[in-house]
Each structure stands twice: as C-alpha cells, then as structure tokens.
C-alpha cells in the first residue's frame, strides 16, 4: 500500500516541562515503521527548554507540530492536539513514553481488520525507568470485546500511551475531560 492508501494516525503528545523526555518520545515516534504519521505536540505552557527541543526536532521532520497553550493540564492538551489533527486515528502519547518501532504499524492492522464499531483497540505496555531499562513491570490484557463496563471498574488499560483511537469516537464523546 502507498502513504496515501494508508489511513493517517495522529500522534498527540501533551508536554509540560518536558524536556528531560520529549527527544527519545519523539524519536521513537520518528523512528515507527508505519509511514502515515502526522505528529502533534502540544506544550502546556512549559519552563523549561520542551518547546525548544521540540523546534529542533521541527526542523528535520515536517510531520511534527507544536502547538502552544497556557497550562490547562493533559486532557485539554489532549484536546488541543485533537482538535488541530487531521488523522481518522488519534494515537496518545505521553511525553515521557516510547514505543517500539512497529506499534502503529500492528495497532492500525489490528484496527483495520476489526468491525467499524470498535472504537479503540490497546497494546499491552512496559514501564521502564529514567534511562530506559524494564522496571518489571507489566501491563497486559486479554480483555476483548465490549469491554467498557469492565473499564469503569478497572482501567486495565494502565495508560493512555498504549491506545489508538477512531477519531471519530473523541468526537462522539466530546474529547477528554477536563474536570
């Protein structure tokens, strides 16, 4: 399939005082094998040098954006990030996490190849310390289906890094809440 075939991903990466992370996120976003990517960081009203870097990264890939907002805390940089996306797939990340390099590329194939009406599919994740080493611990699911019940009890899920969403289901719920 060429990139045009390919459905585009929008990344969304909330950044507050970032820039300890914010090179080895991105550059693990750069770095994934599906090609389709529009990368959106949105700084929320950083102190430090995070929208510096970000310009850097600018500068050598024209997928990135960054958008700049007073701090109003990670959904309504979410949303910010969501509502300037022009992706049918919305993919959260934390700017303090990576991804191995074929994440969106399995995510979207597992999305593509599912009914219309899932509205998120998720991958199991591993928290790893400053420098990058596995901490041991492990974030994995079996759950599948209509699981929503299930994720109001218990967010097995972990983290918002490991999802890949419709866009269209961020409209239908109104995006992140704020509150």
């Excluded at 970032?18 to 693990?28: D, P, R, V």
């Excluded at 500068?59 to 022009?86: C, M, P, Y």
């Excluded at 959260?92 to 191995?100: E, F, K, M, N, T």
Aim: glycine residues 6%; negative net charge.
């Amino acid at each position: 399939m060429e990139n045009q075939d390919k459905p585009l991903v929008s990344v969304i990466i909330p950044a507050y005082n970032a820039q300890a992370f914010i090179a080895k996120t991105l550059e693990s976003v750069i770095a994934q094998t599906y090609p389709n990517l529009e990368i959106l960081v949105v700084d929320d009203g950083s102190q430090d040098l995070t929208p510096q870097i970000v310009q850097n990264y600018i500068e050598q890939d024209s997928r990135i954006h960054l958008f700049r907002q007073s701090n109003a805390g990670v959904a309504a940089a979410r949303n910010l990030g969501i509502q300037k996306s022009q992706g049918e797939f919305i993919a959260p990340l934390d700017s303090d996490d990576i991804w191995y390099p074929t994440n969106i590329e399995k995510q979207v194939h597992c999305i593509l190849s599912s009914k219309q009406d899932v509205g998120v599919i998720y991958s199991w994740s591993i928290d790893i310390d400053e420098f990058g080493q596995p901490t041991g611990n492990t974030r994995a699911s079996m759950l599948q289906g209509r699981v929503f019940n299930i994720l109001l009890l218990h967010d097995f899920l972990a983290n918002a890094s490991c999802t890949l969403i419709r866009c269209s289901c961020l409209e239908d719920v109104g995006g992140y809440s704020c509150e």
